[in-house]
C-alpha cells in the first residue's frame, strides 16, 4: 500500500506561479513513475505530467513550456513547478505514484489540492 499527500495549491492571479508537492509513503520501493492530473468543473480528468523512476518526463501539450515536473530528493517526492498560469488551468489537482508487482501496476492517487488562477 502507498499513501500520497499533495500539497502547494492555492489561488494565483493569471500569469504567477505555484508549485505543488507530492510525497508517497509506504510500500515506496515498489514506485515506478509518479504523475500530475487534474480534474477541472465539468471536465474529465486529465494527465498533466509523468516522470519514471528513471527520470523520464511527459508533459500534455496544454502545459508543455509552463509547467515542469520533477523528482524531489527523496525518492518518494516529485514537484509540479507551474509558470504562466491561465484561467484554464484552474482545476484540483492529483498526484499518484504508480507500483509494478507482479499481478501488474497499481496506481495510488491523493486527495487532491486546488489550484484557482483569477484576478
Known amino acids: 500500500q502507498v499513501q500520497v499527500v499533495e500539497s502547494g495549491g492555492g489561488l494565483v492571479q493569471p500569469g504567477g506561479s505555484l508549485r505543488l508537492s507530492c510525497v508517497a509513503s509506504?510500500?515506496?520501493?515498489?514506485?515506478?513513475?509518479m504523475s500530475w492530473y487534474r480534474q477541472a468543473p465539468g471536465k474529465e480528468r486529465e494527465l498533466v505530467a509523468i516522470?519514471?523512476?528513471?527520470?523520464?518526463?511527459y508533459h500534455a501539450d496544454s502545459v508543455k513550456g509552463r509547467f515542469t515536473i520533477s523528482k524531489g530528493n527523496a525518492k518518494n517526492t516529485v514537484h509540479l513547478q507551474m509558470n504562466s498560469l491561465k484561467p484554464e488551468d484552474r482545476a484540483v489537482y492529483y498526484c499518484?505514484?504508480?507500483?509494478?508487482?507482479?499481478?501488474?501496476?497499481?496506481?495510488?492517487w491523493g486527495q487532491g489540492t486546488q489550484v484557482t488562477v483569477s484576478s
Open positions: 516522470v519514471t523512476e528513471g527520470g523520464t518526463t
Open positions: 499518484t505514484a504508480s507500483t509494478q508487482a507482479t499481478s501488474g501496476v497499481t496506481d495510488y
Open positions: 509506504g510500500s515506496i520501493y515498489s514506485i515506478v513513475a
